[in-house]
Nanobody, 129 residues
Framework: QVQLVESGGGLVQAGESLRLSCAASKRPSVGYAMGWFRQAPGKEREFVAAISWSGRSTDYADSVKGRYTISRDNAKNTVYLQMNSLKPEDTALYYC??????????????????????WGQGTQVTVSS
């Protein structure tokens, strides 16, 4: 069982930045792909960003491309989400998720929530106009 703990959320004004962190409780035997998702009130959970175990492959939702950057530090078992130029529509509860990978799948990432094994509790991001 892997526990994921998100941090870094908060209340900011439009145009400002935040950096979210997601720390995993343990390092898997092979590795894991990571993703960020978000859910706004009254809406379904949506994909935000994903990164492979190697960190070489990433993907983003169209709504955040050019503003968000996902990265990871495997030595610290931590994934980050740098969010710049925040907009009120970015307001949501942000979740990180992990999926254990198969051997040699170092560059694989996943964009569907159903592909992930473990989830954090979420960190709230609120952007005021």
């Amino acid at each position: 069982q892997v526990q994921l703990v998100e941090s870094g959320g908060g209340l900011v004004q439009a145009g400002e930045s935040l950096r979210l962190s997601c720390a995993a409780s343990k390092r898997p035997s092979v590795g894991y792909a990571m993703g960020w998702f978000r859910q706004a009130p009254g809406k379904e959970r949506e994909f935000v960003a994903a990164i492979s175990w190697s960190g070489r492959s990433t993907d983003y939702a169209d709504s955040v491309k050019g503003r968000y950057t996902i990265s990871r530090d495997n030595a610290k078992n931590t994934v980050y989400l740098q969010m710049n130029s925040l907009k009120p529509e970015d307001t949501a509860l942000y979740y990180c998720a992990s999926r254990q990978i198969q051997y040699l799948a170092w560059n694989i990432y996943y964009t569907s929530a159903k592909d992930y094994d473990y989830w954090g509790q979420g960190t709230q991001v609120t952007v005021s106009s």
